[in-house]
């Protein structure tokens, strides 16, 4: 069995303002230690996945930027999108360019912007899904599985999966389940009696399934689609890709792999894990993922704090000072400052979105 990864990395990442702009977007921040999010994502799959099946599908603008953080990754393995349409076109590209030049592999797909809390544990999920992967369900057809993030609270902010009791297969460490439906964000009402019941996981956005088998559930549920596949695979590696693919683009709708595929396939499968893991998606996510004590101020650059608490300050040069002030994020950049109530971090879109008006 061969393994293949294909990261996306095509966000803006518009909730990490004013760190994260268009022309330097979060999967090159370095917010969790020293790294960038995309080094950090390829350094924990190397060597489990070498560097020559790894793939990486961004945009076009962001191509040269990715090869800087991760210069021995072949140019040949950039995917570049015509424009960023959301996770399920970029599969669908990224799954026939990798099934072209790695027939019958197992692809794993993970965003390039998360953090994982125990890297050999993320490993040997992989591996397990891995061979799932390969194990024929009762209709003889292969699972698209997904790792199931066990919740740790009613969080509002990600998308649920309900595990069936079905098992389709098990290790010392993990099983692996049918899936009976997917939530998108839930309301807290919803969140809370998904923990009580119980059985209910975080979609974790990482999927690991046979490269065949994913393309062949584009074919049934999404037909109109399919019908563009052999034209952008006959093309791929040509001089004639670019424009194959753009009218591929032109053609589909936006939308997420969940939305489009996983919802509607009765081959869907979950891997519930244990280990750290955050999709880094706010301020207040990291700020979460990072605090290991409930009101200490998290620090990164230089800052003093007088009576104050529960605070993350994100410095790249002036002193920060804080004074009898509790809950906040400040992020000084090169050209801007963000002074956030952590409690309203999904709102930092609200900002981006008033500084592109202001430029029209």
Not at 272 to 300: H, T, V
Not at 331 to 342: A, G, M, P, R
Request: net charge negative.
């Amino acid at each position: 069995m061969e393994l293949t990864a294909l990261i996306m990395a095509g966000g803006e990442g518009k909730r990490f303002w004013p760190l994260s702009t268009k022309s330097n977007p979060k999967q090159f921040l370095s917010l969790v230690g020293e790294k960038s999010l995309i080094r950090q994502t390829v350094d924990r799959i190397l060597p489990l996945i070498p560097i020559e099946n790894i793939y990486v599908v961004t945009g076009e603008v962001y191509g040269e930027q990715t090869l800087e953080h991760i210069p021995e990754l072949p140019k040949e393995n950039l995917i570049l999108e015509p424009v960023g349409m959301n996770t399920a076109p970029c599969i669908a590209y990224g799954s026939l360019k990798i099934n072209k030049i790695h027939e019958d592999c197992v692809t794993v797909v993970l965003p390039a912007d998360h953090v994982i809390g125990d890297d050999e544990q993320f490993k040997n999920a992989l591996s397990f899904a891995a061979e799932v992967s390969y194990k024929p369900l009762d209709n003889n057809e292969y699972p698209l599985i997904t790792l199931g993030v066990t919740p740790t609270m009613p969080e509002t902010g990600y998308g649920y999966i309900k595990a069936t009791n079905k098992e389709i297969g098990t290790s010392e460490e993990y099983k692996a389940y049918k899936v009976e439906q997917f939530t998108e964000k839930p309301d807290l009402k919803t969140a809370v009696s998904f923990i009580d019941q119980g059985g209910y996981y975080w979609n974790s956005g990482i999927f690991v399934w046979k490269t065949s088998s994913i393309i062949s559930a584009f074919a049934e549920i999404m037909p109109k689609w399919y019908s563009y596949f052999d034209e952008v695979s006959s093309n791929i590696g040509s001089l004639s890709e670019r424009e194959a693919i753009a009218k591929f683009y032109d053609s589909v709708s936006f939308g997420s792999i969940d939305k489009v595929i996983l919802e509607h396939s009765k081959n869907t499968a979950v891997i519930p894990i244990n280990f750290p893991w955050s999709d880094i998606g706010s301020w207040f996510a990291l700020d979460d993922y990072l605090r290991n004590e409930g009101n200490q101020n998290l620090i990164k650059g230089e800052a003093i704090s007088v009576d104050s608490t529960g605070c993350m300050v994100f410095g790249s040069g002036k002193l920060v000072a804080l004074v009898g002030v509790e809950d906040l994020v400040v992020v000084e950049s090169e050209d801007s400052i963000l002074v956030l109530n952590k409690q309203r971090a999904q709102d930092v879109k609200k900002v981006v979105e008033e500084i592109n008006k202001s430029k029209k």
